[in-house]
């Protein structure tokens, strides 16, 4: 014997397994539906009285959170938890207010999976299509240089088990709102049309060799900025998809903020400093120091004078950009995990660890 679990409604009138969870459902005589964990070995929820009477049978679709129940009242239901209906966490997203009448404008990247997936935020629900690359390059290093090999990614994501499965770290939407761009944890970039779904290219192949930190588009569809965690900033032709340029800050990075009116690219580094470039020149404009943390988010103002940022330490600072210096700086209770200025500048929000709510500061 394994394991044992006791409980106090009554005999077992049935059990049914998950194949696709650890956990065992068993049916009591007063007609309770009792969910145990077979990995904490404990009781995890109950479900009283689903049918006028005892539940006579019970059984789990194959592959799938559905249950099918029986009961004496001369009924069969199917059942589904609230969760199982979710999707998994949200690690990435990007918004554009150009096209929001016409087609989806919000793009979403999750954890753990290939697939991107759009909303429509005009009418508050998930969108048409599902953004899956059609090609994933799969690299690995042979003899000191990288090997690249393709791998067509199966219809179905279950059968999709590489030993190192890409997965979706980054999105983007262009200023005009009619493409996306997802990058991957192998460091490829993809290309998407928000109207149809359909895939419009690959950005390299792949853009680099480590999972895409950043993705960056200007105002004008002329360049597309993409960074990486061994710390490379590449510039591309939007149309061409032909790399213009790139840079080696010597440091992982961790993320990038474009400001669009002034070309001005934010990249943070894991060494806790923050650069800024001129996208256009692809020269280095300043370079800020002074936390002593982890940064967790960066933004402009929108009129481009001033940078905020976050760190795990505990603080907040605005950067003057045109001096180069510390304007401001504050301490918080809790570490900001996120910052974002209002397009009129007036406020920054801010969201915090172990905090649900979000912050408002007046500037």
Known sequence: MVVSFHQEYGPVTAIAFRTDEHAVLVTASGGRLLFWSLEQRRLISALTEPHCGQVTCVEYLPSQPVLVTIGSDNSIKLSITADDLKFSPIVDFASCAARERDWDNIVTCHLHELEARTWKFAD??????????????????????????????????????????????????????????????????DKYNMQSGLHR??????????????????????????VCANGKVKFWDFETRKCLGEQNLGAPVAHARLHRPTNMLA???????????????????????????????????PDGRWLVSASM????????????????????????????????????????VDHLGIFLWFS
Not at 159 to 174: C, D, G, I, K, P
Not at 201 to 226: E, K, L, W
Not at 325 to 352: E, I, K
């Open 124 to 189: 508050k629900v998930i969108g048409s299509h599902v953004l899956k690359p059609p090609f994933v390059v799969e690299t690995s290093v042979i003899g000191g240089e990288i090997d690249i090999k393709g791998a067509r990614v199966p219809s179905t994501p279950s059968s999709f088990n590489v030993q190192h499965a890409a997965v979706a770290r980054r999105v983007e939407l262009s200023a005009c709102g009619n493409f996306a761009f997802i990058g991957l944890s192998n460091g490829q970039v």
């Open 313 to 352: 330490d505990g603080s907040v600072r605005i950067w003057d950009i045109p001096s180069g210096r510390l304007l401001d700086a504050f301490l918080v209770c809790f570490p900001v995990t996120s910052l974002s200025f209002a397009p009129t500048g007036q406020y920054l929000a801010t969201s915090h």
């Open 267 to 301: 990249l943070v580094c894991d060494n806790f400093v923050v650069r800024v470039y001129d996208a256009e020149t692809q020269q280095l404009m300043r370079t800020f120091r002074g936390h002593a943390n982890r940064i967790t988010d960066v933004d402009f103002s």
């Open 201 to 226: 290219g690959m950005y390299g192949r792949p853009a680099h060799s480590g999972a895409i930190r950043g993705i960056c588009t200007d105002a004008t569809n002329a360049r597309v900025i993409t």
